[in-house]
C-alpha cells in the first residue's frame, strides 16, 4: 500500500490540525490503519489507529483531543487533532496494515509552539 501523509504545519498550543492519510487502495479495506509520531530525539511512538470494522484505540496522553477517521470520498483516514499542546510536536506517520504485510508513509511535521 502507497501512503501519502499531508497536514502537517505549525500551531501554537491550544490550536487544531488535521492530518490526512491517502492509500492506494480503499482504506475501508486495510486490516489496520494507524497514526504514529516521532517527537526530536525520542522513539516513534503510537497515537492512534482505527481497525476495517471502524474500531479506533488512542494512546492516553490524546485521547479526548484526537479522533481518527475514514473518508469515504477522499479514501483517506484523517487525524483531527484539537487542544494541541508543545508535547504533541513531532513527525507523524500513518501506517498500514494488511495480514503480512505493512507499509509508512513519509512524515509530515507538526510543531507546537507554548
Known amino acids: 500500500v502507497q501512503l501519502q501523509a499531508s497536514g502537517g504545519g505549525s500551531v501554537q498550543a491550544g490550536g487544531s490540525l488535521s492530518l490526512s492519510c491517502a492509500a492506494s487502495?480503499?482504506?475501508?479495506?486495510?486490516?489496520?490503519m494507524e497514526w504514529h509520531r516521532q517527537a526530536p530525539g525520542k522513539q516513534r511512538e503510537l497515537v492512534a489507529s482505527?481497525?476495517?470494522?471502524?474500531?479506533?484505540s488512542y494512546r492516553e496522553s490524546v485521547k479526548g483531543r484526537f479522533t481518527i477517521d475514514r473518508d469515504a470520498a477522499k479514501n483517506t483516514v484523517d487525524l483531527q487533532m484539537n487542544n494541541l499542546k508543545p508535547e504533541d510536536t513531532g513527525v507523524y506517520y500513518c501506517?498500514?496494515?494488511?495480514?503480512?504485510?505493512?507499509?509508512w508513509g513519509q512524515g509530515t511535521l507538526v510543531t507546537v509552539s507554548s
Open positions: 487502495r480503499s482504506v475501508f479495506n486495510i486490516n489496520l
Open positions: 482505527i481497525d476495517i470494522g471502524g474500531r479506533t
Open positions: 501506517h498500514s496494515v494488511l495480514i503480512g504485510s505493512n507499509d
